[in-house]
């Protein structure tokens, strides 16, 4: 708003040092004085315009919007929580356990600066016989910090 003053303050100036060059000048009052005075006129209207305009802001900005911003986070995340299942199913895989990346949970937290920090796992697999093999496997692999939970 006090930009808007300035513009029309800026205005009234050029508007009454015109009126008053003409008044105090009026046998040098032709056209170049009412030329300049226009021109004047013209760069105080586009200079406040321009102001006018660099305060609002008329497009949509990514990082201004919280919604948008959570959803792209959000998005991250679990984007990394299925590269993580496909890794765990390849290292499952690798050590002769089929275990479909479908079967592998991954519980999750997000910070509000987009941190993400996985809480726990829980493995499906198919044989009881692999509990105890997938459980070492994945304790070695994950540490003791995330819990792990294989079932059948």
């Not at 890794?87 to 999750?108: C, F, Q, T």
């Amino acid at each position: 708003m006090r930009e808007l003053y300035a513009l029309v303050f800026s205005v009234c100036v050029v508007l009454i040092g015109t009126e008053m060059i003409v008044r105090l000048f009026p046998e040098k009052s032709g056209s170049l004085i009412h030329a300049l005075a226009a021109l004047m006129l013209l760069v105080v209207l586009v200079n406040g315009i321009l102001k006018l305009q660099s305060g609002v802001s008329l497009d949509f900005d990514l990082t201004e919007t919280g919604e948008v911003e959570s959803t792209i986070t959000q998005s991250c995340a679990e984007k990394g929580t299925a590269i993580l299942k496909e890794r765990l199913s390849a290292l499952l895989k690798s050590a002769g356990m089929d275990v479909p990346a479908a079967n592998i949970d991954i519980w999750y937290t997000q910070d509000d600066d987009g941190v993400v920090t996985v809480e726990r796992v829980r493995v499906r697999v198919r044989f009881a016989t692999d509990i105890d093999r997938a459980d070492a496997l994945l304790r070695s692999v994950l540490t003791e910090a995330i819990p792990v939970d294989v079932y059948v």
